[in-house]
């Protein structure tokens, strides 16, 4: 056997085994992935998202509008301004768990959604699901999240070693029908699976390949602190050596008994988040638009009492997008602008981060990008049953060619598993 034979059957079979062991795993993320495709949308359309009539009335300052949907300033996390007169401001609040106040722009008044709230407690179950494997809370959602991303990681090398094996050693028009123009005329059997596994997982490879990697920054650190070495500002660098430095010798702490952690202290506790000398949020909004006029979205992020600044991040257009936001730095008591920063001012490894979240889901792209990111997900449902059903084939034949050769008196002849099946070359 060839040396590129040899190296061959070694990542196919590589390839298999980890399938097997990961292919559940990769199925429920796949599945969820399909079902939270439209997750926004379908929350909107579930629960019946208020939507205000555009009369033309001014709206309120935001402070304002806190004061009249019952919100004491403190208590916000944070407030979203949309540019869109039919959409509320969206108040998110500090207390965990606790559900965003929406309120109207023009009266304060709190807006309710006509649904109970199933939309969204359904699409946060499949969250859990698709993140956690189901896991509430606890030390058992920590260590779902760590077996839920490794499933991720080893998708991530079927993806790619799926590719190697996919690129035909010799080139011919069969090869091409059976592994790259996917055919709908197979009624089932092998010669179909076969097809959709290797037709459609190369068409959805780079696609594919982008929502795994993406998800790997969900479920570790490692991967935004090794980018920020190789790709970030000095100061990016030096916070990646010691969080890296820091995450080694907890996990040393931790084996050897440790807590790796450190107690409480007074300093650590939440301290008031507003003062007397803070700008009225109007200030902050009047800056923001001032500088960028084009604005759609404004988010304004409250300090606590410890911080000198507000940060406002204005998103014009797509406002998935991050090339299209820009943050500013606020001082609070006047409400001038401190820092501005826009995409391009960001070290490439931040660049490469903004486009995790919405990348994952394929919003940075809207509608389309939706569709495609959906569309990949359930092609990846369809490489894990075509793939099952191919193993399950071969071992099947391998064992049935076992029996044969042992009732036929060759017992000293075993079947090879070690070439895999191919398409005509």
Do not use: C
Request: a positive charge; charged letters at 20%.
């Amino acid at each position: 056997m060839s040396v590129s034979r040899r190296i061959r059957t070694v990542f196919f079979w590589t390839h298999l085994s980890i399938g097997l062991l990961a292919g559940a795993l990769i199925l429920l993320m796949s599945v969820t992935g399909v079902l939270l495709g439209f997750e926004r949308q379908l929350i909107a359309w579930i629960d019946g998202a208020p939507r205000i009539e555009a009369t033309g009335a001014a709206p309120l300052p935001l402070d304002s509008v806190l004061a009249r949907a019952g919100v004491a300033r403190e208590a916000a996390a944070s407030v979203i301004v949309r540019r869109d007169p039919t959409q509320p401001i969206t108040i998110r609040l500090r207390e965990e768990g606790a559900a965003p106040v929406l309120a109207h722009p023009a009266t304060g008044a709190v807006l309710v959604p006509a649904g109970d709230g199933s939309g969204q407690r359904a699409f946060s179950a499949l969250r859990r699901w698709h993140r956690y494997v189901g896991a509430e809370a606890g030390a058992l959602r920590d260590r779902m999240k760590l077996v839920n991303g490794v499933a991720n990681l080893v998708f991530l090398a079927l993806v790619l070693s799926g590719l190697y094996l996919w690129w035909p050693r010799r080139w011919s028009v069969a090869r091409l029908k059976a592994t790259a123009v996917p055919q709908l005329t197979h009624r089932g059997g092998h010669a179909r699976d076969f097809n959709w596994h290797n037709s459609l997982g190369f068409w959805f490879a780079i696609p594919l390949a982008i929502i795994v990697a993406t998800g790997a920054f969900f479920s570790f650190r490692w991967p935004g602190q090794y980018l920020d070495l190789a790709l970030g500002s000095d100061k990016e660098r030096a916070a990646a050596r010691e969080a890296i430095a820091e995450a080694r010798a907890a996990r040393g702490d931790a084996r050897g008994g440790g807590d790796g952690g450190r107690e409480r202290t007074r300093d650590d506790a939440p301290a008031p988040r507003v003062t007397p000398d803070d700008a009225p949020l109007a200030h902050y909004v009047a800056t923001a638009v001032a500088a960028r006029p084009a604005w759609a979205q404004l988010t304004i992020t409250l300090p606590d009492a410890k911080a000198s600044e507000a940060r406002v991040v204005v998103a014009e257009g797509n406002t998935y997008r991050p090339d299209q936001r820009w943050t500013f730095e606020l001082a609070r008591a006047s409400g001038t602008v401190v820092t501005s920063t826009g995409y391009d001012d960001l070290s490439t490894a931040r660049q490469l981060r903004a486009w995790v979240r919405f990348g994952h889901t394929g919003e940075v792209f809207g509608i389309p990008g939706q569709i495609i990111a959906t569309l990949a997900s359930a092609v990846g449902v369809l490489l894990v049953l075509t793939g099952f059903a191919l193993t399950g084939r071969r071992f099947r034949q391998a064992l049935l060619r076992r029996r044969r050769s042992a009732s036929s008196g060759g017992a000293g002849a075993r079947p090879s598993l070690d070439v895999p099946l191919q398409a005509p070359r």
